[in-house]
């Protein structure tokens, strides 16, 4: 008995130096983080952040050139004349990094950390600003939609200010800080509208009360949002969200906006057509997802699919590999060898990144088994590295893969897997694109998995992209991304009328191809 009581006091003191050991670390994160940085030490980050591209990226001059990558980072060194704390560095080197072209490259703005008891504390209240979806028309920000009528604000006001500071300010200065791949011109205001509060946030902190002037009709009126407090009725919902049923699994249920990743349905009586849409190419049941939604179709006999990656950002590779093996009438391959920088790359991912003692003890056992398979996924041909990959072997397609005409919506908020899937279904013509340009490069972009960087002095995140993944076609070198084959674009009005003209379109064709037969 003595020998457990023992066992127990002594995994209680393990449990308090954890808890205070974690306290002590966000004191001094924060600290760090409000603290200056001396001019020498932000030019010693900034050439560490560039040694480290030059190193990691396999396709770093993809859209730049070296010598105007060299002049931008050699000027950004003589602009830093004083101290800045990392957030105001973050705004100096962001930019930067942003005219790389990748868009998946970017560093990780510096935030406030939080002790437990404020996490708990701001889960219990609602958002403020994320109770409304936002619309971007050059440095413009519109509400198009108001679930809870908050203030009675109507969809299509414009926000002019926020605690008397001009949006459009706001929003030149994070412009600057997205960039898609190459010189596609369609996915910023995507983008723009989902990150703008998170680096409003990062900036200002998580204020209970902000002052808002807006514009409606011709009319200017300022409004007053507060943090409410949830009730226990929103408390209650926010657990019966959280419960994973079957259901949620499957179509891969997200908590936080109460939505599903996956959805499928058939648009009309006779199931004539299918219609899927895709928010994010997560790979949670996927393969179930689309056995079972495939198997619904060629049940149903459908002559017509509609697959939706409008505002998908992207995600597995796996998944859309698995995705076009119910598209694709003969074996491919969806897409060309992975190259990299070297073979001891694979190495650089941070392989004890995020682990509690308990796992960085187990992953320190299975380290060796770890470096043994990550140096034989690489191989040398023709004086270049590679990376083994499922998707670029070839693959058959599945018994129940879909026979009819299928139709592709895209948009600017369509990037990378999304880009990769649709650049390949438009090259091998088995599929109609309509929409507008997507945001990811037609032909391919630099991600896979990463190298987790902090740069020394600052401690700002660098994750680095390591694997350049292109779609197995003829490139098209045009620097842009994915064009459509119909061009058709959505107003902020098609938005706040629940109108989409896209789908429209392709509803159209299909009952004229109907009518035709």
Known sequence: MKKIQNTLKNYSIILLAAALSACSSVRRHNERSTACIGTEELKEDIDY??????????????????????YKFDSLKQTIDQPLTPLQFYFKLQPVIADIREGHLALRIPRKKFSKKEIKSLEHKKGMFSRFEYYVKDNRLF???????INDIKPGTEVLSINHIPVSDYIKKYRALISSDGYNDTFQPYFLKDVFFNFYTAENGFADKAYLETLYNGKKQVYILHRESKSKTDLEKDKEQEKRTPEKKVNDYVAYNDSYNRNFKFLDKDSTTAYLKIQSFSSDY????????????????????????RNNYGGSLHEINNLYSYLAPEPYVLIKPSQLTSRITPLKTNYFRKSSP??????????PTYVFAQTFSTYKKDGKVYYKMKA??????????????????????????????????????????VGEETGGANDGTVAGFYSYQKLPHSRINFPIGLLLVQPNIDFQNTK???????????????????KDPQLEWVKKEIAKEKGNR
């Open 392 to 433: 670029a072997k070839p693959t058959k397609p599945k018994k129940d893969a879909f026979q009819g005409k299928v139709f592709v919506l895209i948009n600017g908020g369509s990037f990378s897997a999304s880009s990769i899937i649709t650049a390949k279904l438009k090259y091998d013509k088995r599929a109609v694109l």
């Open 480 to 498: 842009r991304g994915v064009s459509p084959d119909v061009t058709i674009k959505e107003s902020m009005q098609d938005i706040i009328g629940n």
């Open 143 to 149: 509400i198009v939609q108001n679930k809870d009528s």
């Open 358 to 367: 308990f796992q960085y003890a187990f992953k320190s056992l299975a380290y």
């Open 286 to 309: 996927s393969d179930r997802f689309y056995k079972e939604t495939f198997e619904k179709i060629k049940n149903a006999g459908s002559s017509y699919l509609i697959i939706d990656v």
């Open 49 to 70: 952040a560039y040694l480290k591209l030059q190193k990691m990226h396999p396709q770093l001059y993809w859209y730049i050139s070296k010598k105007d990558l060299d």
